[in-house]
């Protein structure tokens, strides 16, 4: 078929990697602009980016969509299908309509549960037991296209959301690979969302990632892992005399009671409003990620709590 990809992390690579491996005509890619990173702050393309190119596919990178030139631009590529994967740019009626079969998104999650920018973390930081990713018919609404294919995803006790993104990334591009071929085929098939159980997935705010060991020890250990590797869930230790931020990483819940924040004398385990949570891996600020015990040897003499 003739594709027009638009994507712009690490997690759509894999999706654009499985169609051009699959013998479909990728036309062009749409990605976000290079933005300057890096101590010389000069500009970097991103993953997707990078990969259209060792691909020798045409890119393109406006910063928006509304625009009549950008939208005739990309109506005279003639695609027979958009696949759209993390673009990170609201897509108007026009390109919408552009390709013969629409747009067709990868959103990893079960819709209409979490809805938005942050399914992942979402998902685990509320505690659910199983998520998914779905092949969404786009519309103009927020995430509130017909679904096609779906995977379910279960969520272990201890997933990070690193791991869910990992795992999804692959299962992503593998589901929309088969649902690219059922298109060819004409079988397939878009049933409506249903009409309730619509949630939210927010974009994460940074207020949100330190932690309140008032919380319960599994919201707290929710939050660690919901926000692990990325951008890291945090706490204060006082080490030599000054504060020092800490990233939890890894965690797990265990059995404790104490005043919340409250060190418990066992390898780094904190109370919690009820229960408490046992720290396995941290990132001391300046640092790298590390295991518990070799973060322990470096930091000298803890104090009674943690704030």
Not at 64 to 75: N, P, T, V
Request: with cysteine; charged share 20%.
């Amino acid at each position: 078929m003739r594709v027009v990809f638009m994507g712009t992390p690490d997690f759509s690579v894999p999706t654009l990697s499985e169609i051009v491996s699959s013998g479909h005509e990728v036309v062009a890619v749409y990605t976000r602009a290079p933005k300057p990173a890096g101590r010389g702050q000069a500009e970097r393309k991103s993953p997707v980016h990078e990969t259209a190119e060792a691909f020798g596919i045409p890119v393109f990178t406006p910063r928006s969509l509304k625009g009549e030139a950008e939208q005739a631009q990309f109506a005279a590529l003639g695609a027979e299908v958009a696949v759209v994967v993390a673009y990170g740019l609201i897509l108007p009626k026009p390109v919408l309509e552009a390709p013969e079969y629409g747009c067709l998104n990868l959103h990893g999650s079960l819709l209409p549960r979490w809805r938005g920018a942050a399914p992942i973390q979402r998902a685990i930081m509320a505690g659910d037991k199983q998520t998914g990713i779905v092949v969404m018919q786009m519309d103009e609404g927020l995430d509130t296209g017909a679904m096609g294919p779906t995977e379910i995803i279960p969520i272990a006790p201890d997933m990070t959301a690193g791991e869910l993104h990992d795992q999804m990334m692959r299962l992503g591009a593998d589901l929309m690979g088969r649902a690219l071929a059922a298109l060819e085929r004409g079988s397939l098939d878009f049933t409506p969302q249903p009409g309730i159980g619509e949630t939210y997935a927010a974009k994460i705010d940074k207020a949100e990632a330190r932690l309140d060991f008032s919380e319960s020890a599994e919201a707290v250990h929710n939050l660690i892992r919901g926000l692990s590797p990325f951008p890291g869930a945090w706490f204060e230790l006082e080490l030599g005399g000054r504060p020092v931020r800490i990233k939890a990483l890894r965690s797990s819940v265990v059995d404790g009671s104490g005043a919340p924040g409250t060190l418990m004398g066992d390898g780094l385990t904190i109370a919690c409003g009820s229960g408490a949570v046992r720290l396995t891996q941290v990132q001391r600020e300046g640092k790298g990620a590390m295991d518990v015990q070799t973060f322990l040897r470096g930091a000298g003499t803890l104090p009674a709590k943690v704030s």
